[in-house]
């Protein structure tokens, strides 16, 4: 029986990206033939001495609660990593880790934002980021970018955008869904406009090793003034294939991580012990070979798409995804049914194609949709080789 919702949930819609994968898993395990593009995760396994720190820890009872903003061995070792990699000094006080990247931008935006405050939000933008600045009470400025920029803002733009009540920039470079990645030129422009004011930057660098020919740095680099607005997102998921491990962490102001600290205290706590154990052991088995196959993948997907009918995509620089321009396809029809928008054109791909994936209506892009390439080389061809045939078929 139920007696009503909150106005809060009513106002959000599932996850795109994981409630396609959860159906698609669905129909796989029913025997269906469907090749998954849909969500964002690597094929690969979480690396062995991560994977055998987790067991170890289990063996050796550590297996209760952990300090709230994560154990000190972790936050010491990511600090070490921000330095060595990134060029940035935190110290572990600055450091917050939580169940996932989406945890710790969840956590980061209810401690910074107030009702009524402004994120600007460069489109497209990965699907959960308006929806928790929603829950936030912050309101969501998008800026709509496409092929034309590479998907990326320009300094004119940011600053168009700003307004008294901006509290915060969300940058995603790499960027999901369009691979697109700034370059450090590109950030040091943005970063001159944002100097002018003052909000914060959420700097989500998830897929910051995934780069492909292109010098990948974090805006908090980029300055003093920079590192002060920075709140640097980052987690296992992607970089260490970890993605049912559920660490992620932010790097940032300490009075922003002592108020994300005791909202955590009040809902999650600490991220699971084990996980976090294992993730001390991942910051040292970083697999550059990995990168190297999701560029040939990359490159792959990318000379198929160009050579098909009625879809174009621009180069992804960066993280595991292509995200093709339909347009053209909008209007036209397969088997005497028009396919009037991106979402239509997916489910027609699922149906009659047997590929999953994702429409670009849940990203801000309506002429879009994503493709994971985190697939093997043989699902990749067989994907590649469907598209084709149902791209033929349309009329
Ligand atoms: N940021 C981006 C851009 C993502 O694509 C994802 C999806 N995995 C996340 C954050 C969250 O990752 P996780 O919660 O698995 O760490
Ligand atoms: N971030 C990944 C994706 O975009 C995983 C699913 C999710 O959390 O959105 O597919």
């Not at 006080?93 to 401690?111: P, Q």
Request: include cysteine; proline fraction near 6%; charged fraction near 25%.
């Amino acid at each position: 029986m139920a007696f009503g919702l909150s106005d809060r949930v009513k106002e959000i819609a599932p996850s795109p990206t994981l409630s396609i994968d959860t159906k698609t898993k669905e129909l796989v395990s029913q025997g269906y033939d469907i090749i998954n593009l849909s969500v964002g995760e690597p094929d690969f396994g979480t690396p062995e001495p991560a994977a055998n720190a987790g067991i170890e820890a289990i063996k050796a009872g550590f297996t209760k609660y952990t300090a709230v903003p994560g154990i000190v061995d972790l936050r010491k070792a990511i600090a070490r990593k921000l330095k060595e990699e990134n060029g940035l000094d935190y110290e572990m006080e600055d450091i917050i880790v939580s169940n996932g990247a989406k945890h710790s931008l969840y956590n980061a935006f209810m401690a910074v934002c107030n009702p009524g405050d402004e994120v600007i939000l460069p489109a497209p933008y990965w699907v959960s980021y308006p929806e928790m600045i929603r829950l936030s009470g912050a309101v969501p400025v998008v800026i709509e970018t496409d092929e034309s920029t590479g998907f990326k803002i320009t300094p004119e733009m940011l600053e168009r955008a700003v307004t008294p009540k901006t509290k915060v920039l969300l940058l995603n470079s790499p960027s999901n869904p369009t691979g697109a990645v700034y370059s450090p030129d590109e950030l040091k422009a943005l970063a001159k406009v944002i100097e002018k004011h003052e909000f914060y930057v959420m700097s989500d660098e998830i897929y910051e090793k995934l780069v492909y020919g292109i010098e990948q740095i974090s805006i908090a680099s980029v300055s003093e003034a920079m590192k002060q607005r920075a709140l640097i997102v980052n987690g296992f998921s992607k970089t260490f294939a970890m993605t049912g491990w559920r660490v992620g962490y932010i790097a940032g102001d300490r009075a922003v991580i002592k108020a994300m600290t005791s909202f955590q205290s009040h809902t999650t706590a600490n991220p699971t012990s084990i996980s976090q154990k294992a993730a001390v052991k991942a910051l040292e088995c970083f697999d550059s070979e990995m990168v190297d196959r999701f560029r040939n993948r990359r490159d792959y997907v990318l000379q198929r798409i160009n050579e098909m009918p009625l879809i174009t995509c621009i180069e992804p620089q960066g993280a595991f995804y292509v995200f093709p321009n339909v347009a053209e396809i909008l209007g036209k029809s397969f088997k005497g049914q028009t396919i009037d928008s991106a979402n239509t054109f997916a489910g027609l791909l699922l149906e009659h194609a047997n590929i999953a994936l994702v429409p670009g209506e849940g990203f801000g892009a309506p002429n879009n949709i994503r493709i994971s390439y985190a697939v093997s080389d043989d699902h990749l061809k067989k994907a590649m080789d469907r598209l084709e045939q149902f791209l033929r078929e349309v009329e």
